[in-house]
């Protein structure tokens, strides 16, 4: 039983968070499982985040009832396990190649469900039935890059369950560990939950909070800053055995690259902005997009120029062509945005039709920019996805101009598939926000795209032992921005890297090295989520620009299936479904905070600590054989040393850790769990090694 209890322990420790799920009863009367507890443990790699969210629900209902769980998962995030635990027994769900069961309990879901689990949740229905007043515990596993801006770095998880559950939860828990190559000159908490912990070293931070007997009415924010005079390259790698591999394309590496832009002077450009202003823009949605044109309108530049372009089932334009920016011309453009109204259909391709061929007397030499914004689906004109994407393409074509198109989604009803490949086909980049975000996200965006720092990015490696790289092909690169670019390697050798492109009318080249791994590095495990979810996204946008029916789509599907598959990531084409039993039985001492029989653990000290620690325990009864274990394990759950202890009799024990691996290595910043395994019972710790 001993050894059971300790697999437990190993999914128990699977590292990091994000959101609240629901066990769903009924979605249309709203009934769902109360939640009780909500565990929230984060381990973030500069941006990088390995997430599992951890719940625990309660059926108060007095008889055994179905459920289906639903998480509101980040749409950019991907999920990579799930666990559960129901009536006393821990499983593992499969991945199955068939599309999410996206039916729910009760038929069509209450409309507070529908907004509390935005566009892109995650659904699993629990197999067994949960009995009366029993406990059922989700874990969802993740992997998401956090977003940046200037050196600014965002944490936010939607703790705000009111639109679920007004009941107080047992406890909420927030435990927040980052590790940076850069200096992390600022951590704070910008929500206002009780912080019990906070403390930041420089290239080490972590954040505590709880919270008891209280409602969830609040997102948690936890925002960092890195050192802006640190920029440059950054790289992760491991190479990982092939005999652990589905496949035999070698290592994984992460880099994360932010050029200096500060020799930069200021490009000229050539800029449209499209409002849809149709009917369902009404209310604020039309209030922030007047505020977001105006915020644009008042920033160009001196040598800038521009023009508005505003839709419904009709076609406005501020002017005919593009104007230099003056003084004049902005308070015409002004006065203009501010007497767009919101009504009427949708018309997407008459507004292109108008604004790009505009661009038809720009060249080059300037940035040419389309921002496009929109809430809906194309209802009048061309509305068919495929052939109004293609429809826009021979319009940019025609221009015979670099245009960079970037798109904006507002709400669940924009149409995702086509904003993404309008984006993308264009040198752009798609975003999708809230109906209350647009003006805040469109303002940042804005000081990002005034300046580029590196366009048509170009990428080679020295010696070329390096493939299958993502993005394909690589974002533009603006001030603020950083490019997280995923790879696999053939040989661990030292490797230059180039960037090349244009900026400001001139060619720019960066060069940076990068050190390859010739190891399993096992705090980078993640890397290799990371890169499935970066080459099923790149195969995502080949298959949206077929005919889903022909045969190239066809094959493009089995391969995000088979990628999806292999490496545990889910897609649009998978699903997570009910596995099979861990064979592992709950042990109620692993979920309370009873002693052992044997010994009590009375922690270790320092903690956190650098680089050793001392793990103490006191010993009641003696042992036949007068031995004590202790497995210390990683963030992501994997075992990195065993230590033992003698124990010829009752008494206080201690016994040291130096931070090191099996093989000698020194140990990451981050958090770590000892396992104390004595006679017929079990105790668990959590250490945080800071450098």
Known sequence: MKKLIFEIFQFVIISSLFANGVGIIDASNEVYLPLLHSEVDVSVESQIAVVTTTQTFHNDFGVDTAIKYAFPLPEEASATDLFWKINGQWYQANFNEIPQDTTLPGGTPAPNLVNYLGGTPVYFNVPDTLHADSSLIVKLVYVQLLPYSFGNVDFEYPNDYHLIQNSFLDVQELNFDLTSPRTITDIQVLSTHPVTLLTNNGNSAQVQCQLLEAAATENYHIQYSLDLNQLGLFDYSTLIPDSLLPDTLGGFFTFIAEPDPSTASVIKKVFTLI????????????????????????????????????????????????????????????????????????????????????????????????????????????????????????????????????????????????????????????????????????????????????????????????????????????????????????????????????????????????????????????????????????????????????????????????????????????????????????????????????????????????????????????????????????????????????????????????????????????????????????AVGRMMLIK
């Open 275 to 682: 409002i849809d202003r149709s009917g369902s823009m009404s209310g604020n949605k039309i209030v922030q997009a007047r505020d977001a044109a105006t915020y644009v309108t008042n920033n160009l530049n001196n040598g800038d120029k521009f023009n508005i372009v505003d839709f419904a089932t009709d076609i406005s334009s501020f002017r005919n062509s593009h104007v230099p920016f003056t003084t004049q011309s902005r308070d015409s453009a002004l006065n203009y945005i501010s007497n767009l109204v919101a009504t009427g259909g949708t018309n997407i391709s008459g507004a292109f039709n108008v604004a790009v061929p505009q661009f038809s007397y720009a060249n080059d030499s300037t940035a040419n920019i389309i921002i496009f914004f929109t809430d809906g689906q194309p209802t009048s004109g061309i509305t068919n996805t495929q052939q109004l994407v293609a429809f826009v393409d021979t319009l940019i074509a025609q221009t015979e101009t670099n245009i960079f198109l970037f798109t904006f989604g507002i709400g669940t009803g924009a149409n995702q598939q086509l904003l993404t490949l309008l984006a993308n086909h264009n040198n752009g980049l798609s975003v999708f926000l809230g109906n209350d975000d647009l003006f805040t996200v469109i303002t940042e965006f804005y000081q990002k795209i005034r300046n580029p720092v590196l366009l048509n990015t170009q990428i080679s490696f020295n010696p070329p032992i390096i493939h299958e790289v993502y993005p394909d092909p690589l974002p533009n690169l603006y001030i603020g921005e950083q490019m997280i670019v995923c790879g696999r390697y053939l040989q661990p050798l030292p490797v230059t890297v180039t960037l090349e492109g244009q900026a400001f009318n001139q060619p720019v080249m960066h060069q940076y090295n990068m050190n390859l791994s010739d190891s399993n590095a096992t705090n980078y495990q993640f890397l290799t989520k990371l890169w499935a979810k970066r080459k099923i996204e790149y195969l995502l946008v080949l298959y949206y620009s077929l005919d889903p029916n022909s045969p190239e789509a066809e094959e493009i599907k089995t391969r995000i299936i088979d990628i999806s598959l292999t490496y545990g990531v889910l897609s649009p084409f998978t699903s997570f479904t009910g596995g099979g039993s861990t064979g592992i039985e709950e042990n109620e001492n692993l979920g309370d905070n009873s002693l052992p029989t044997e010994f009590e653990l009375l922690g270790n000290y320092p903690n956190p600590f650098n680089p050793q620690t001392t793990i103490k325990v006191k010993v009641y009864e003696a042992s036949p054989d007068g031995i004590m274990k202790i497995r210390i394990f990683n963030a992501l759950g994997q075992l990195i040393k065993i230590l033992e202890i003698k124990v010829p009799g009752p008494g206080v024990y201690e016994v040291l850790w130096d931070g090191k691996s099996f093989d000698g290595s020194l140990s990451a910043s981050g958090p770590y769990f000892y396992v104390v395994e004595y006679e017929n019972s079990i």
